[in-house]
């Protein structure tokens, strides 16, 4: 069948047809950013930002484990940001922006849901408290 | 849009006025599997709201600091971050169309992912031991809910690891598989962004508690 795919030249899936958005197949990997440096960039900054917090929490480095807290989801906050960017290539132009928008919708449900989550389950468990053996003597 | 009339006008046929090839723009796939990462996020973010809840509730069981073993933890996610790493390299040489070093970056990946997972089972066995297991306290329950779902993650990620081998082994890097890689990339990368959230919300904030 003249149907047939010609993918001989693999990277360049479908770059030679010279009908309708030749401009989409550019790419045959889908992948067009990445790039050795990309990746090493982002591997080495991800590296640093994993070590810091387990040096932090494995040596004590705060004396306030509030402070430690705080700095070490500073950290994995900033990680997850390099993985996005270095190595799931997000930007706000791939994909028509659509990649972008659903993350950031995604993104706006997960902190309402930790968020929310831990907000009334705890103001919950501190009003629902057992009573004490005492409170439970003194019941009408 | 050629062949279709040259088939016409060969074979006399009644003319198609459709694209009888495939004709996908390779972003669809990519945007649906991404959306459909994102909902896979929503799930973890619901077991983690679950483990922010409940993991403070020992039942007068161990607690974090007496069960996780930080320098465990530690090598397990060098495993995962060095099979992120590989992988990028299976996709740089994708993009090169060389065909047997991408099976090798991918065998690589896929090593590490093993070890990642032998190192999780082993910690989830020895936690089992020693009488810590998801039944023995409510910490316990989500603990294993929440690391044992993203372990479930990586199994299948590894399963789909092998069956794209044995595809780009059997039939090149032709442009459905590249697609296909470019997939489960996003998955692995996904799952290296998981767990990000697991080392930092469960394992050092728990001994920090």
Request: some cysteine; aromatic content about 12%; hydrophobic content about 50%.
């Amino acid at each position: 069948m003249s149907t047939t795919h010609h993918n001989a030249s693999g990277a360049h899936g479908g770059a030679d047809e010279p009908h309708v958005h030749s401009h989409d197949h550019g790419h045959g990997g889908g992948a067009p950013h990445s790039t050795l440096k990309g990746y090493m960039t982002g591997f080495v900054l991800s590296v640093i930002l994993t070590a810091i917090p387990f040096w932090i929490v494995m040596g004590d480095v705060f004396k306030s484990n509030h402070t430690a807290t705080v700095v070490v989801l500073a950290f994995a906050f900033v990680q997850i940001f390099v993985h996005m960017v270095y190595f799931l290539h997000m930007n706000t132009s791939s994909e028509g922006g659509w990649n972008m928008l659903a993350l950031i919708f995604t993104g706006v449900l997960v902190i309402i849901t930790l968020s929310g989550s831990l907000w009334v389950m705890y103001h919950m468990n501190a009003n629902m408290m057992p009573p004490s053996v005492h409170d439970m003597r003194n019941m009408p | 849009m050629s062949t279709t009339a040259q088939m016409a006008s060969n074979a006399g046929e009644a003319p198609v006025f459709y694209l009888t090839e495939d004709h996908h723009p390779e972003n669809g796939t990519l945007l649906g599997f991404w959306l459909y990462l994102m909902s896979d996020c929503l799930i973890f973010a619901c077991l983690f709201a679950m483990y922010g809840v409940l993991g403070g509730s020992y039942a007068a069981g161990p607690g974090p600091k007496e069960l996780f073993d930080l320098p465990l933890v530690a090598v397990n996610t060098s495993m995962l971050l060095l099979s992120s790493i590989t992988y990028g390299f299976a996709m740089l040489e994708m993009q090169r169309s060389n065909k047997i070093p991408t099976l090798i970056w991918l065998f690589v990946t896929g090593c590490f992912g093993l070890a990642f997972l032998g190192i999780e089972l082993t910690e989830f066995h020895h936690m089992i031991a020693e009488g810590a297991g998801p039944q023995r306290s409510a910490f316990l329950s989500s603990f294993f809910t929440l690391v044992g779902t993203h372990g479930l993650h990586v199994s299948f990620g590894i399963i789909w690891l092998v069956v794209l081998m044995v595809q780009v082994g059997q039939r090149g890097l032709t442009a459905v598989n590249q697609r296909r890689l470019s997939c489960l990339s996003l998955f692995w990368h996904f799952l290296d962004v998981v767990w990000i959230g697991v080392f930092t919300f469960v394992y050092l904030m728990g001994v920090l508690r």
